[in-house]
């Protein structure tokens, strides 16, 4: 049986502590701890969680969100319409909201943009970023969208790739 990568003897180039590399493939945080007598003062804040909403009247598009932001620790509520998100929102003050902008029970789509409206109105929400997830690709829906304080637009089908560059650029910000 081999030895474990972590546990191998370096090269002569290599600092090593009692015969173990001190670089990688140690993780930084124990490479730290090695190097320093004061345990203390290598504690590290954790980035801050992103905290996202997603309201999608689709089943299989809205899991498929849930879970891929899931698996990057980001602290996820999904839900499948506008006044589910609005109840959540009592209790959960999201960085960001991906709302379907043509919602089912709108009429011509325009209850995201409505539900859009709603969470403008209340100041704890006034910084949540608000992202319009739509496969509507009209301009007068995105001019509406944004009139009502939209941020970001991310057209269907996006394969989720641009929804969540945006969401880790917006992640790393507020790091």
């Known amino acids: 049986m081999g030895v474990h990568p972590w546990h191998r003897r370096d090269s002569a ?3 090593t502590v009692d015969g173990v590399s001190a670089t990688r493939p140690y993780p930084a945080a124990i490479a730290k701890v090695i190097e320093v007598s004061d345990p203390s003062s290598v504690i590290e804040e954790s980035p801050r969680t992103l ?3 997603f309201v999608e009247d689709d089943r299989a598009t809205l899991y498929g969100l849930k879970r891929l932001a899931e698996t990057r620790g980001w602290d996820v509520r999904a839900v499948r319409s506008g006044s589910e998100a609005l109840s959540v929102l009592n209790g959960f003050l999201p960085d960001a909201a991906v709302i379907d902008i043509g919602l089912s029970g709108g009429v011509s789509g325009g209850s995201g943009i409505d539900l859009a409206r709603q969470i403008r109105q209340v100041e704890a929400h006034a910084e949540m970023e ?4 739509t496969g509507l690709t009209g301009e007068g829906t995105w001019m509406a969208a944004r009139e009502e304080g939209f941020n970001a637009r991310v057209i269907k089908p996006d394969m ?3 929804l969540i560059s945006y969401l880790e650029a917006l992640a790393n910000r507020l790091s």
């Open 130 to 133: 608000l992202i319009a997830h």
């Open 160 to 162: 989720q790739g641009e």
């Open 51 to 53: 905290k996202v909403l």
């Open 13 to 15: 180039n290599s600092p």
